[in-house]
């Protein structure tokens, strides 16, 4: 059984920021590509930013600049530093991760963290 856990949501002020996380736990042989999406009020859920476990690092353009992707190998976990947010960086933030349990290769999603940016 394998889980993702997210959590560093919250309320913050425009010009802010936030650290997001996402723990994996459960039987996890070996962890690839992680990435951070996001789904907004009344918007599809849309691609926030990518990393490989080598980490090589790929992000949206409108986050470019202003967001970071990076993970912990050792802690299994994955960070998304946040800054210069934005009101329409509101969305609830979902974590997902390609992971080889020694039984199979799946990929499996967080539950999502609210993060709203509004003064």
């Known amino acids: 059984q394998v889980q993702l856990v997210e959590s560093g949501g919250g309320l913050v002020q425009p010009g802010g920021s936030l650290r997001l996380s996402c723990a994996a736990s459960?039987?996890?042989?070996?962890?690839?590509?992680m990435g951070w999406y996001r789904q907004g009020p009344g918007k599809q859920r849309e691609l926030v930013a990518t990393?490989?476990?080598?980490?090589?690092?790929n992000a949206a353009d409108s986050v470019k600049g202003r967001f970071t992707i990076s993970r912990d190998n050792a802690k299994n976990t994955m960070y998304l530093q946040m800054n210069s947010l934005k009101p329409e960086d509101t969305a609830v933030y979902y974590c997902?991760?390609?992971?080889?349990?020694?039984?199979?290769?799946?990929?499996?999603w967080g539950q999502g963290t609210q993060v709203t940016v509004s003064s």
């Open positions: 459960g039987t996890i042989l070996r962890i690839y590509a």
């Open positions: 997902n991760a390609e992971i080889n349990t020694g039984r199979s290769l799946d990929t499996y």
């Open positions: 990393i490989t476990n080598g980490g090589s690092t």
